[in-house]
């Protein structure tokens, strides 16, 4: 039996996949544990009221667990970690919160508008965080398995390269060769491949949040 998932659709492309990072978690997750699912794409700029009925706050990922529809990625993650174990993607809990700060200093980064407030520096100072912890623990965050922190990082490391790069003409340093590795693994999946939005989708996604 399929599990049924809403997400976000494209920005001007109701039936094309769109450029929610946490709806991706969400599907990565599925796909790695080979869980069949139905998707339903939701035009998030004109919500249709079936979905309104089952999201009153209009948020997505919502998925649908014996007749009750869940929101919120981490806890549907965990949901779909007891409901189907095998294979396990449960992250020690002491890897846990590794790169859990990188998606908020990326937003600052953004959208900052002030090259001198230390938002780049942020930003690297996490990215570096992270390359030393991979160095040592490496090629994912908890060792040889790709784990839940890796598919819940995955999502945001990839909105970070292209929007960065799209509207800072900014990459991540060269330096930070484990991040680099790091996410070239996670991008070259077939998960990932499968559920990722196309780079004009997240570009169009993110126009409003950085001119605002």
Request: charged residues 25%.
């Amino acid at each position: 039996m399929a599990l049924e998932i809403c997400v976000k659709a494209a920005a001007g492309a109701p039936d094309i996949l769109g450029d929610c990072p946490f709806c991706q978690r969400v599907l990565l997750t599925l796909e790695e544990k080979k869980v069949p699912y139905k998707l339903n794409l939701v035009n998030l700029s004109d919500k249709p009221q079936w979905f309104l009925e089952i999201s009153p706050e209009g948020k997505v990922p919502v998925v649908k667990f014996d007749d009750k529809w869940v929101a919120d990625s981490d806890v549907i993650v965990g949901i779909i970690e007891d409901k189907f174990p095998e294979p396990s993607l449960k992250t020690p809990p002491e890897f846990a919160d590794v790169g859990s700060k990188i998606f908020g200093t990326f937003i600052a980064f953004l959208k900052s508008k002030d090259a001198n407030d230390g938002s780049e520096q942020a930003l690297v100072n996490e990215l570096k965080a992270l390359d030393e912890h991979l160095k040592g623990h490496g090629p994912f965050i908890a060792g040889e398995k790709i784990t839940a922190v890796d598919l819940g990082l995955g999502p945001k490391l990839y909105h970070l390269e292209i929007t960065l790069g799209h509207f800072k003409k900014w990459t991540v340093p060269e330096s930070l060769t484990y991040v680099h590795n790091y996410m070239k693994s996670i991008f070259g999946r077939e998960s990932f491949v499968k559920t990722k939005a196309a780079e004009e989708h997240v570009i169009a996604g993110w126009e409003p949040k950085v001119n605002a």
